[in-house]
């Protein structure tokens, strides 16, 4: 499986992004797909999550309304839509999926939990 993610850039606070992630090798629509981004000097961090087949959205705290995760089984396409960008959101953002069915949507929040990564792509939100 390989996962290509693209779309990041330089933005300036308070304005909107678009980062997308698109699959290869396995079909999306029966796999939970996530967002994690990771600041420099920091750990990665959970950011949104689509469950398959209906089963949920869940976004972190610091998302408050502000990103939209959605996918495109058809296109194998996952996108995070990002608005009111704070410098704060400055990181690189990984999508990720898991090929795990756990009960408990809180497991996805780890990023131990999934098994294939996209190489990145860095969002710089300047002040």
């Known amino acids: 499986v390989q996962l290509q993610a693209s779309g990041g850039g330089l933005v300036q606070a308070g304005g909107s992004l678009v980062v997308s992630c698109t699959g290869s090798?396995?079909?999306?629509?029966?796999?939970?797909v996530a967002w994690f981004r990771q600041a420099p000097g920091k750990d990665r961090e959970f950011v949104a999550l689509?469950?398959?087949?209906?089963?949920?959205?869940f976004y972190a705290k610091f998302v408050n309304g502000r990103f939209t995760i959605s996918r495109d089984n058809a296109k194998n396409t996952v996108i995070l839509q990002m608005n009111r960008l704070k410098p704060a959101d400055t990181a690189v953002y990984f999508c990720?999926?898991?090929?795990?069915?756990?009960?408990?949507?809180?497991?996805?929040?780890?990023?131990?939990?999934?098994?294939?990564w996209g190489q990145g792509t860095l969002v710089t939100v300047s002040s």
């Open positions: 990720a999926l898991s090929t795990g069915d756990y009960l408990d949507s809180s497991v996805y929040y780890t990023a131990g939990t999934y098994d294939y």
């Open positions: 090798g396995r079909t999306f629509s029966e796999h939970a």
């Open positions: 689509d469950l398959w087949g209906g089963r949920g959205i």
